[in-house]
């Protein structure tokens, strides 16, 4: 990483964080890692997050709204299987 690139103050683990911006990561993302890690440690960071419900239990109106947000064309005329189909292979 270019001198010119070294996180800010507010970036807790900057060995992390330079390591994340080598990777291609953005700024943000690298910081926002960077900072979890050092909230708890670097193990327990990609176990966090929900659990996203199945598309399957999705109803087609939300899949819809969903593929909509991606701007997956061709959406209003699909099936629910095709919709969870674009929506997991997008």
Not at 7 to 12: A, I
Not at 17 to 38: M, P, Q
Not at 71 to 88: E, F, H, Q, V, W
Request: net charge negative; no cysteine; proline share 3%.
């Amino acid at each position: 990483m270019p001198a010119d690139e070294k996180p800010g103050p507010s970036v807790k683990d900057g060995e992390l964080y330079e390591k994340l911006r080598d990777e291609g990561n953005s700024k943000e993302k690298s910081a926002r890692i960077a900072n979890a890690a050092a909230s708890s440690s670097r193990s327990t960071v990609g176990q966090k997050g929900g659990e996203s419900g199945s598309y399957d239990d999705w109803t087609v109106d939300d899949l819809r709204k969903r593929a909509a947000e991606l701007d997956i064309g061709g959406r209003s005329s699909m099936t629910k299987d095709d919709l969870i189909d674009a929506l997991r292979h997008h």
